[in-house]
């Protein structure tokens, strides 16, 4: 479906409960950003934005806000395939964990990782975090003390080949270490290799 502008896109949000939404940032009526931020207040169905702009600071502001994803204009169609195809695909792994009675956890001093329900905790307050904020943390928890590439986090995470700018990965991860507060040192930066999860 296709909505003609930021308010009309809530609106159909609201009605109709879809596998995932492609969110460009200039709309009439109200911008892609303010339309996720209403959006999130009530769903939590998975966003790609697109832009003609690559600012970092309008992809950290994307991110902060819940989107799944920021394509910058021009893009090809299998690109934007391939990135749906890779959100739909996680949408329905965390689904298979959520009902699966066995949760897996990683514990250590005052932070928590419910891997299974999608929480994370630090000093007993949940934080809240994008989904992708927290596939990039479960994957380096599953990969605890393991030196891993970057084109490897970005294919396990985004789930395919990524061959878009390199600073998306950087970005996420400057998110991350915000909402883990005084575990943010746990990750630790390869400079020319990747990242390394030391908790």
Not at 75 to 80: A, C, D
Not at 137 to 148: D, E, G, Q, S, T
């Given at each position: 479906m296709e909505a003609g502008d930021g308010m009309e896109a809530v609106q159909l949000c609201r009605q109709y409960p879809?596998?995932?939404?492609?969110?460009d940032i200039m709309m009439p009526e109200l911008d892609g950003f303010s339309a996720v931020r209403e959006i999130r207040k009530f769903s939590d169905i998975p966003i790609i934005m697109l832009s003609a702009r690559g600012e970092e600071y309008d992809k950290v502001l994307g991110f902060e806000l819940g989107i799944d994803d920021y394509?910058?204009?021009?893009?090809?169609?299998?690109?934007?395939?391939?990135?749906?195809?890779?959100?739909?695909?996680?949408?329905?792994?965390?689904?298979?964990a959520k009902s699966d009675d066995d949760h897996v956890i990683f514990?250590?001093?005052?932070?928590?990782?419910?891997?299974?329900?999608?929480?994370?905790?630090?000093?007993?307050?949940?934080?809240?975090?994008?989904?992708?904020?927290?596939d990039l943390?479960?994957?380096?928890?599953?990969?605890?003390?393991?030196?891993?590439p970057r084109e490897k986090i970005m294919a396990e995470v985004w789930g395919f080949d990524y061959c878009g700018d390199d600073r998306t990965l950087d970005t996420h991860m400057k998110l991350l270490r915000k909402s883990l507060?005084?575990?943010?040192?746990w990750i630790k930066t390869l400079r020319g290799l990747g990242y390394r999860f030391d908790g």
């Open positions: 879809f596998d995932l939404i492609i969110m394509v910058v204009k021009p893009f090809s169609s299998k690109e934007i395939m391939l990135r749906i195809g890779a959100i739909l695909r996680r949408v329905e792994k965390s689904k298979g514990e250590k001093d005052g932070f928590k990782a419910d891997m299974t329900a999608y929480k994370v905790f630090i000093d007993g307050v949940e934080v809240d975090m994008a989904p992708k904020e927290y943390l479960f994957f380096l928890i599953r990969n605890k003390n393991i030196a891993v507060g005084p575990y943010a040192n």
